[in-house]
């Protein structure tokens, strides 16, 4: 039996207590207790969120749901897949749903809207939601530990931060079974990285503690009697509400402080509750991700250095094939060209950038990633960069399949005013590189009155087939595919 199987079958065995299924029949709850399926959210890249749902679809069989609210999405999934979850490369942040309100109805008063708020918190299905939290900490844990260590964990020492036993609703031996498959997992060297600074939350400000509150739905001594740390993060979209963000994580915070008797802490908490409302829809979530997983692949970061979930999701937009040789040729510090040779690495990769700190950068990402895959059995990337001008390259007409890149957007690097020239001069350059009838380009910018022009003049070459709209840092940008016309390049002047 394999290691991966052996995980299902112990899991499959666990029996999630009950006991704290409210009577709300308009919410469905984050756990089905019938089969171990957890729902679990996910904060992807506004515009992929299609691409994200597919990616679930095709790694875990699992159909999801895009939300209203923009960049989220919802799947359900036995608690067996939860490693698998953390591998998914179009994901930023994940939480497992304890609840969700598909159409609260909130009290027109302030007062009145934040009391309901507060009994809310005492009345959710905490429990189920709790336990996986813990084993997702088990499993940070080990990935953590291993990849500060460098070697085997030791399962034995290993033991779960509830009650001291190790025992919770959920059998010890699952954490064991979840903690191997973790090794497993974790050599694929996908760490935790630094915190996404685009993305804004309210959190709530520390209160005191009030008395032990007891309420029909969950048990406390099922939760563990150790006192946690925790926060409580609002994110708040809509007009409608008579409270503000931090209103309202305060006071359901308060509330989730009486009843468990934890501590609140902003910075240093061990427990993130999420409550995203959005108009009327209300979701209640805990974090299962401390820090966003999109800087995975890179280590030196330059001043527009792409989320790697992103970079994911153009690369998939293209449809890599095997064999495909793929070209980012204003790679910066090679987010794109190291996200394909992460999870296409059937394909060659080639980075290229005028700015010699940009290449010393990518290279010094590429060295850190041979150096994390060391061990493993294809150790090397198939990958390479190179110092070079996009409007003439060292590369051969027709020679690329796939043209993907992040062009400058003229307000970090270069300038509108360059880009007038800079845009009809690279697409020119990328058509003679593409192979014609089969190649495709997938581009990102902010400037696109720029780049509409220079396509205009480009119609016999290229062909629009999709636009997505995103947010890169704030700013308003598309990414457009493009795909080669099977009219072959005029060649006005020599090239290689
Ligand atoms: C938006 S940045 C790319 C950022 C990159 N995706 C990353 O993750 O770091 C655009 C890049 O285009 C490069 N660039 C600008 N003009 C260029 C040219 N003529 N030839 C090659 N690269 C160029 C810049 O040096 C810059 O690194």
Redesign the pocket.
Known sequence: MSGTEDTAESLSEVTFDNSCEPGNEDSNPGISTKDNVITIGATVPTGFELTAADEVQEKLGSKARISKDRGKIYFEIPVTSLPQVHQLRSIDNLFVVVQEFKDYVFKETKEEALKDLEDLAKKLPWTDPLEVWRLNTSLKKRKNRRKKSGQQFNTKKDKLKDDGSGEGTVDKKLHNVLESAQVQDSENGDGMEPPDEDEQSDSKEESPSSGEQESGDCKKSEIGTEQLKFRVTCNRAGDKHSFKSNEAARDFGGAVQDFFQWKADMTNFDVEVLLNIHNNEVVVGIALTEESLHRRNITHF?P???RSTLAYGMLRLCDPQPADVIVD????????PIEGAAEWSNCYHLA????PQ?IKRTANNISSLLKQSKGCASAGKPIDSIQ????NLPLRTGSVDVIVT????GKR??SKKKNWD?YPSCLMEMSRICRPRTGRAVLLTQDKKCFAKALSKMGHLWRKSQTVWVNVGGLHAAVYLLRRSAEKFEETKSHW
């Open positions: 330059g527009t250095t792409l040729p204003m790679c910066g510090t090679g987010a794109i290229g950038d005028n700015n940009a070079w001008d996009i409007c992040d062009m400058p957007f690097i270069g800079l």
